[in-house]
């Protein structure tokens, strides 16, 4: 008689990632799904094939290992349009997006479905971490008899408060300015946004990518709310990895790179300490021509050391064939007048290298609260520069409130051309100014509680293991 075959037991927790399809939302996912990888947990990041592409092709702070250590799992939509981005649209939203974020919405479902049922076989529990500006993946796992949901805010939960409640008692309380949603992003979105759920909390609780150190007021705020409603909020960040680098060695000293390295850090190794000015503006919105002629005036003029990452936003596909550079004869006379001061960089640029790096003494950025983690993480005081979507408030609040930065661009004028005096003005301030030192002073401190955050024993640490421990129970 033959033997009976055995039985093999379910894997316990099946964790399935689903980003919202924007680069700033793509990185903060691929961050936690490897932070919960590393934890022994099976993690599954599940993005349309382009956005799979794009989030490996730009991972930073993670070696080749841990990348590999997740499960990569395609989810198929129909063909969208793919329109370049507008450098001259009144707003500075990317509208050119809006048929990929349309697609991802209405077809994603279908495949993410056929991924969770094939997981729920073969595991105890299947455990949905979706950005929580889409609603569709936590229906999806509210359709197992296994399964559950978790959202993940990619913005930080101070906006997050303003832009549900302008009159929120908290954002009262700081006096500063809440710009109404029409004035920064586009009625498509919005419309989306709202059938969304409109930043809603489906499932079980939500992952905040801040930290006490940053928002605590805020975070306990929506702590206690959601609370009322039987969910848990875990505050998590920053989940970008904190870099310890040393400028005297070719590379980072912890956390080899999956990439060969940038030649700017070459660069950047021979600089002196907090000498070099960082600019970039993101990944979804193109500056236009008129400013960027200023940003290199001001920049040859005021003889500062700098790296600019000089690059339109992100099509659809950034894999798709975008043709000569529209500032290439700009930049030839420009790169020229600035040699041996200043790199441009006309495409992707390792910012959490060039960030975490002593040599790095500031940061002039749209106030992406992606980008605002990573420099703050690392003390590096905000030359605000906001456009769109959260980064009004983001702006105010970290120069505002958290006195960390100055802002170099008010909001007020952000379709207007800010002349390259004007942004000389702004960097002297940031560089010699007793504002300026205040600022730096205050970046710097802030960084020692972020880091103390997500150390052993911090905070953010407490919260991941408590979520974790959930999830796995």
Partial sequence: MAPAAMEVAPAPVAVVAVPFPAQGHLNQMLHLSLLLASRGLDVHYAAPAPHVR??????QGWDARAVRSLHFATLDI????TPPPDPDSPVAFPGHLQPLFDAFCDHAGAP???LLEELAASHHRVVVVHDNLVAFPASEASRLPNGDAYALQCVGQSFGA??????????????????????????EFMELVARQGGLSVPGAGLLLNSCRALEGEFIDAQAETLSLDGK???SIGPLNPVLELDVTTPAPSVQPQPQ??????????KQPTSSVLYL????????????????AGALQSCEHRFIWVLRDADRADIFAEAGESRHAKLMSEFTRRTEGRGLVITGWAPQLEILAHGATAAFVS???????????????PILAWPMHSDQPWNAGYVCGHLKAGIVMRPWEKSRETLPAKEIQEVIKRAIDSDEGIAAQSAAKALAEDVRAAVANGGSSWADMEEFVGRITK
């Fill in 54 to 59: 794009q989030a490996r092709a730009r991972v």
């Fill in 78 to 81: 129909p063909p969208y349009a």
């Fill in 112 to 114: 993410l479905r056929r």
């Fill in 162 to 187: 303003g832009f549900k409640n302008p009159s929120h008692r908290l954002v009262r309380a700081l006096g500063l300015p809440v710009p109404s949603p029409e004035s920064f992003l586009t009625e």
């Fill in 232 to 234: 848990k909020l875990f």
């Fill in 260 to 269: 060969p390295r940038h030649e700017c850090m070459d660069w950047l190794d």
């Fill in 280 to 295: 970039c503006f993101g990944t979804m919105t193109s500056l236009p021509g008129k400013q960027i002629e200023e940003l």
């Fill in 366 to 380: 749209h106030c992406g609260w992606n980008s605002l983690l990573e420099g703050l993480s690392h003390g590096k």
